[in-house]
């Protein structure tokens, strides 16, 4: 059973800067393909950010890439999202994904392995 902890979800300003962080644990010595996705009100969940279990391949959603940066603590199973410049459309519930796969910069969540999922709010 792997269990998905995030933190770092809160209100900030457009323009300020938020980190959130995820952490993946439950299994000695596995590792994974992890990523976040989002879900605003009325709108279905979408990918935001994937990071192979390398740390050297990353996915962003254009409408995030050169603000948000996916990073991943080295041999760990712990990423996290430093999102820069953000907008009232980056507005959502952000959620960690564990175990999907990762295929040509391409994340596919997992069912399974899902965190509870942390809410972020961006307003003046």
């Known amino acids: 059973q792997v269990q998905l902890r995030e933190s770092g979800g809160g209100l900030v300003q457009p323009g300020g800067s938020l980190r959130l962080s995820c952490e993946a644990s439950?299994?000695?010595?596995?590792?994974?393909?992890m990523a976040w996705f989002r879900q605003a009100p009325g709108k279905g969940r979408e990918p935001v950010a994937a990071?192979?279990?390398?740390?050297?391949?990353?996915y962003y959603h254009y409408s995030v890439k050169g603000r948000f940066t996916i990073t991943r603590d080295g041999d760990k199973n712990t990423i996290d999202l430093q999102m820069n410049d953000p907008q009232a459309e980056d507005t959502a519930v952000y959620y960690c994904?564990?175990?999907?796969?990762?295929?040509?910069?391409?994340?596919?969540?997992?069912?399974?392995?899902w965190g509870q999922g942390v809410q972020v709010a961006v307003s003046s």
């Open positions: 994904n564990a175990g999907g796969t990762y295929y040509q910069n391409s994340y596919h969540p997992s069912e399974d392995y």
């Open positions: 439950g299994r000695p010595g596995a590792r994974y393909h």
């Open positions: 990071i192979d279990m390398s740390g050297t391949s990353t």
